[in-house]
């Protein structure tokens, strides 16, 4: 089955870029859209945005001006870039896949999830 | 944007004892875009139901969800061990296009 992996620094300076990949394997990453979900701690589920395999993209208005997603379909990889960060971007970034049954549109399956530490 | 509220945020039971969680939108959902998840500490997310109330594969039948317009509900029958976690609700559609509610965690007793 799909199986996705986050990687990418652990620790990011304040007002530099976050840079995550996410390796898909079991699958190719053609036909879906790809997305990418954090959880501050202590806080909900935030949705940040999604890629389609064709470069399509939608990002949630309240990080739109800092965040740009790519896909590389030669790799089976997708990334996001999320820039001027800051303490508040502290969160663990997880990478999913949007899936469609019927016609929900949900996060399945996800990665592990990585922890992004923004501090100096 | 639609906020969800899940009530209680924490629910202290016993295995075998029945979980009733809430999960209430600021704004009518459809119920084709409402899911659950269960998430466990170092694990991702698992999708649990879809459409409000259609298990995910490979999903036990304790697991229910039900509810329409701005209420839903998640049932646990009869919980089992592994299913001390917490879980979130999550909507589709609005703006932002996807959105969580704060999550219950389901603790044993």
């Known amino acids: 089955q799909v199986q996705l992996q986050e990687s990418g620094p652990g620790l990011v300076k304040p007002s530099e870029t976050l840079s995550l990949t996410c390796t898909v394997s079991?699958?190719?990453?053609?036909?879906?859209?790809w997305s990418w979900v954090r959880q501050p701690p202590g806080k909900r589920l935030e949705y940040i945005g999604y890629?389609?395999?064709?470069?399509?993209?939608d990002y949630n208005s309240s990080l739109k001006s800092r965040v740009t997603m790519s896909v590389d379909t030669s790799k089976n990889q997708f990334s996001l870039k999320l820039n001027s960060v800051t303490a508040a971007d502290t969160a663990v970034y997880y990478c999913?896949?949007?899936?469609?049954?019927?016609?929900?549109?949900?996060?399945?399956?996800w990665g592990q999830g990585t922890l992004v530490t923004v501090s100096s | 944007e639609i906020v969800l509220t899940q009530s209680p945020r924490t629910l202290s039971l016993s295995p075998g004892e029945r979980a009733t969680l809430s999960c209430r939108a600021t704004?009518?959902?459809?119920?084709?875009?409402l899911a659950w998840y269960q998430h466990k500490p170092g694990q991702p997310p698992r999708l649990l139901i879809y459409?409000?109330?259609t298990r995910a594969a490979g999903i036990p039948d304790r697991f229910s969800g039900s509810g329409s317009g701005t209420d839903f509900t998640l049932t646990i029958s009869s919980l089992e061990p592994e299913d001390f976690a917490v879980y979130y609700c999550?909507?589709?559609?609005?703006?932002?296009?996807?959105?969580f509610g704060q999550g219950t965690k389901v603790e044993i007793k």
């Open positions: 999550q909507q589709f559609g609005g703006s932002p296009t996807w959105t």
């Open positions: 890629v389609y395999y064709s470069g399509t993209t």
């Open positions: 704004q009518s959902v459809s119920s084709s875009y």
């Open positions: 459409g409000a109330s």
């Open positions: 079991g699958g190719s990453i053609t036909s879906y859209y």
């Open positions: 999913a896949r949007i899936s469609r049954y019927d016609v929900s549109k949900v996060f399945d399956p």
